[in-house]
């Protein structure tokens, strides 16, 4: 796996994917800079080195269309303050203007190109779009985890034009790192625990992820249909009738395999889906008509912290309540805080995937794992053992 590290970028242009997808509020200021802050270390080792910057990203869905609304322009005041440097912005991310800006382009200096999806090219992988993109730079650095699952011109085909002369940037090895640590080195026990209303959406993980961990974690919205599919009764809980074959084949291969799964055995029940429902904790496999789970119980989160405590590796995907009602939210913050524990004893912990972010970052346990991941979508997809397109296009 080649990263920054394998080259010296003295008088080189190179041309970064980063990501700039960053929200904006009426104003066009940016509200949360955490993306452009993850950008900066590959940014800065390249201008250290004596060479300089092209930044390429996407920003919001255009399609296609030269609407000002997503211009990246937007967050160069921010970007330039963020990595000290004063960056230059052009008009196009292709074409004569951008290929002129390049070359006039010095050691030491940062351009950053129009957002890439102002051409329909950019989301098809169109090869011709790629190679117009590859002239803008001699080092092709990949450093955008949350697009590495797309097919995308600048994050996959681009890379091909580049023969030798690409990497990853420090973010995308730190993500590929932490999830090799999870997926094939992490130190034993391994546990993933398992949140997220369906068991839909988590299922390709949970089959991919009994090939690599001892003990499997089930919380959240998934419980119900693993209960009801076990004979219990979960009243009007969330359960997806259609997926209880799945669970108890779930559950009969985890048994093969030898992988110990931990449900919930009680949960707070409420008569509503709201804050402010009547509640009760209740065994988790007799919940009353009428009557939901929204959260983990007492008992359960004794199990899960033993669990918890005893692992060396942690993943985390998903909430274990409904954690933004803040009467349904204990169950998830107990979790943040098992993994805080297990973390300063020394255990690897990798959060990320979908939502579990949103969560961990509204309840402050950013700096309290191991590491967090940037990706939604492609961290998902890394879990599920999908090969990345954008981090394929490296490797090869
Ligand atoms: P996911 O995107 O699949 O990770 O699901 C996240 C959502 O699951 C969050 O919005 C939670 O509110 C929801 N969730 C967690 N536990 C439950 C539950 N017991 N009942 C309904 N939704 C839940």
Redesign the pocket.
């Known amino acids: 796996m080649k990263t920054l590290e394998d080259f010296n970028f003295e008088n080189k242009k190179a041309l970064i994917r980063v990501d700039f997808n960053v929200p904006l509020d009426a104003e066009f200021n940016v509200t949360d800079t955490t993306r452009i802050e993850a950008a900066k270390p590959s940014i800065i080792k390249v201008l250290e080195d004596g060479g300089s910057a092209v930044l390429m990203s996407h920003l919001g869905r255009p399609k296609g269309e030269r609407n000002p609304d997503f211009s990246l322009e937007h967050i160069c005041k921010t970007a330039s303050e963020i990595l000290g440097v004063q960056i230059k912005f052009v008009s196009d991310c292709v074409g004569e203007i951008a290929e002129t800006a390049v070359a006039n382009l010095q050691a030491g200096e940062v351009l950053l190109l129009e957002n890439l999806r102002f051409h329909t090219a950019e989301v098809s992988g169109d090869s011709g779009f790629a190679e117009q993109l590859s002239k803008l730079g001699d080092i092709y650095i990949n450093d955008a985890f949350g697009t590495a699952h797309r097919a995308h011109a600048s994050t996959t085909v681009v890379a091909k034009f580049f023969e030798e002369n690409k990497c990853f940037g420090h973010l995308l090895a730190q993500e590929i790192e932490s999830i090799g640590k999870v997926m094939e080195t992490g130190e034993k026990p391994v546990l993933a625990i398992l949140?997220?209303?369906?068991v839909s959406?988590?299922i390709t993980i949970i089959e991919n992820i009994l090939d690599k961990v001892d003990h499997l974690i089930i919380?959240?919205?998934m419980?119900?249909t693993f209960i009801k599919a076990q004979g219990g009764q979960v009243g009007n809980?969330?359960c997806e009738d259609d997926k209880m074959d799945l669970a108890l084949n779930i559950l009969r291969k985890a048994e093969d395999k030898g992988v110990q799964i931990h449900l919930p055995v009680d949960?707070i029940a409420a008569d509503d889906?709201s804050n402010d429902a009547n509640t009760q904790v209740v065994d988790v496999d007799k919940i009353m008509n009428g009557w939901?789970?929204?959260?983990a119980g007492p008992k359960t989160l004794e199990n899960f912290k033993e669990v918890v405590l005893k692992s060396k590796t942690i993943l985390w995907?998903?909430?274990?309540?409904?954690?933004?009602m803040a009467n349904?939210a204990k169950g998830t913050i107990s979790i943040g805080n098992f993994i805080d524990e297990a973390t300063l004893n020394g255990a690897f912990s990798l959060v990320g995937?979908?939502?579990?972010v949103a969560a961990v970052k509204q309840f402050g346990f950013e700096d309290k794992v191991s590491y967090v991941s940037t990706g939604g979508g492609a961290m998902l997809e890394s879990l599920e053992g999908k090969t990345l397109p954008g981090i394929a296009a490296i490797v090869k």
Do not use: H, R
């Not at 995907?317 to 933004?324: A, L, T």
């Not at 995937?353 to 579990?356: A, Y």
């Open positions: 949140g997220g209303a369906k959406s988590k919380g959240g919205g419980t119900y809980s969330i949960v889906f939901q789970g929204l959260d995907n998903g909430p274990i309540g409904v954690f933004e349904f995937g979908g939502d579990s």
